[in-house]
């Protein structure tokens, strides 16, 4: 478990780097592939809860260092209406819940149906941007909620979703490198059933 | 719940307070330990594009290259003419200057840089260019285009710096209205992603005599941008109840941002 645990923080560390050569994709409303989210939200079901929150934590703690701005400055009898910003940290939180999402339909992955964590990751992504949205909304003030940032939202999710496979084929690659079982209940049902059966 | 579990839970929230609860200063220390790591990779994905670029435009037919030679020959010559007699000029104002017993402006440095990584973040509008603390940039000094104000630095690093967009709804600059005694703030606007946003010029007073086409420039108040810097051009204007606010199409093309000028210097209102 440890070993699997530190491999995917390594996942997660490559992962933040390959974040940095992925464009926005203007043809697609400015969306782009969110890479740190998705092995996140992959590992995220595949892992136990104190895992899960480090790795939440990690992800979060290295998101905001790398977005969080800094103060306006300037003369405050000229900029009197200050533009709040959000807060470095905030990222841990909602990295902790798309973990708790995860992690609740963690059942029906361990019976073999990754597919729906697969779509549930897009419905994560989506969740986790739409409420930075809307954070943003809640401390600046002014709610505004373009077709443009509705569009941005979706195909970022849509687009980031589309890779889950492939990061769900990776992480099963790491587990059995690190000797870690991820507990596939359905198999051992079926195979339970099987046996039954022949008896 | 399992002890483990809760323990686990329990020192989640612990590192949460703490992040949540941490100094600016503290917050720009690890911003700058991040940075520090990625550059490497930052700078090989900028030098990769720049590869890449470079073949592409080799590509080009020797006719096009030789046409556009001879443009930019003309060109800088036409610029040096202009140099020129901005050099007079200056010289000539500083002696007015002098002799008016003006307080002695600190002359500006503008340092060329490039861009290396556009829009890193999800939300801000924001660019990493290739120029750091060493070439003498410093947080929150303008960074110029040659069509007007692209923005200001909002973290100046090892080896690169990021510059927050005037696009951005964070960057917020003391603007005038030429022709009219009409100042306000202006700004980006939130969810604006396209390639050519509207900028919000606001608090003009109500019977301000705005027109479209009107040009708008930096004030030089506030002690952020330097006065008489090109901001962009009136679109429209609308009257509210207590005041009035303009939209503003930026003088600057953001979506081909590629050499930006960092002003160094002190900026005097």
């Known amino acids: 478990m440890i070993r699997y645990t530190f491999t995917i923080i390594l996942l997660l560390l490559i992962a933040n780097i390959a974040q940095q050569f992925i464009p926005i994709l ?38 905001d260092a790398q977005n969080t701005l800094g103060p306006h400055g300037g003369d405050a009898t000229v900029y009197e209406h200050p533009v709040a910003s959000l807060v470095f940290g905030y990222s841990i939180v909602l990295y902790a819940l798309m973990g708790f999402l995860m992690q609740g339909i963690q059942p029906l992955f361990r019976q073999g149906k990754w597919h729906f964590s697969a779509m549930l990751s897009g419905v994560a992504v989506f969740l986790y941007l739409l409420a ?8 600046r003030g002014d709610f505004v909620f373009p077709a443009a940032t509705r569009y941005q939202i979706l195909y970022s999710s849509v687009l980031t979703m589309i890779f889950s496979p492939l990061v769900f084929a990776i992480l099963f690659k790491l587990a059995k490198l690190t000797g870690y079982t991820i507990r596939y209940d359905g198999l051992k049902k079926s195979r339970t059933r099987r046996f039954i059966l022949h008896t | 719940m399992k002890p483990l579990n809760l323990l686990a839970l329990l020192l989640f929230l612990g590192g949460l307070v703490w992040a949540l609860t941490l ?51 003309d060109e800088l010559g036409r610029l040096r003419l202009v ?31 490039q861009v290396i990584r556009r829009q890193p973040s999800t939300w801000w509008r924001t660019v990493i260019i290739d120029r750091g603390e060493e070439s003498g940039v410093r947080v929150q000094v303008p960074v110029l285009g040659d069509k007007g104000l692209v ?56 019977n301000a005599g705005v027109r479209p086409g009107m040009k708008v420039f930096t004030t030089g108040r506030g002690g952020l941008f330097p006065a008489n810097v090109l901001l962009g051009t009136i679109e429209s204007f609308e009257t509210g109840t207590f005041d009035a606010e303009a939209l503003v199409r930026p003088s600057v093309d953001f979506a081909d941002l590629n050499t930006v000028f960092v002003l160094s210097g002190e900026v005097q209102p």
Request: aromatic share 8%; glycine share 6%.
């Open chain 1, 26 to 63: 203007p043809e697609l409303a400015n969306a782009r592939v969110l890479l740190i989210p998705l092995v996140f939200l992959c590992a995220a079901v595949t892992v136990n809860y104190s895992s899960m929150l480090l790795l939440a934590f990690l992800c979060g703690f290295l998101w």
């Open chain 1, 132 to 139: 930075e949205f809307l954070l943003i909304n809640f401390v």
């Open chain 2, 23 to 73: 100094s600016e200063s503290t917050v720009r220390e690890i911003q700058r330990g991040y940075y520090a790591v990625i550059s490497p990779f930052l700078t090989k994905g900028s030098q990769l594009e720049t590869h890449i670029r470079g073949f592409s435009d080799e590509v080009q037919t020797s006719k096009e290259l030789t046409a556009k030679l001879a443009a930019t020959h």
């Open chain 2, 83 to 113: 140099e020129e007699r901005f050099q007079q000029l200056e010289a000539e104002n500083s002696q007015l200057r002098e002799a008016l017993n003006f307080k002695k402006q600190s002359p500006f440095k503008a340092i060329s840089a």
């Open chain 2, 151 to 206: 923005g200001k630095i909002d973290q100046p690093l090892k080896g690169m710096s990021t510059v927050i967009l005037l696009t951005d709804e964070d960057c917020r600059v003391s603007a005038k209205v030429e022709g009219t005694p009409e100042v306000g703030i202006l700004s980006g606007q939130r969810g604006q992603f396209d390639g050519s946003p509207l900028l919000r010029l606001r608090y003009l007073s109500k």
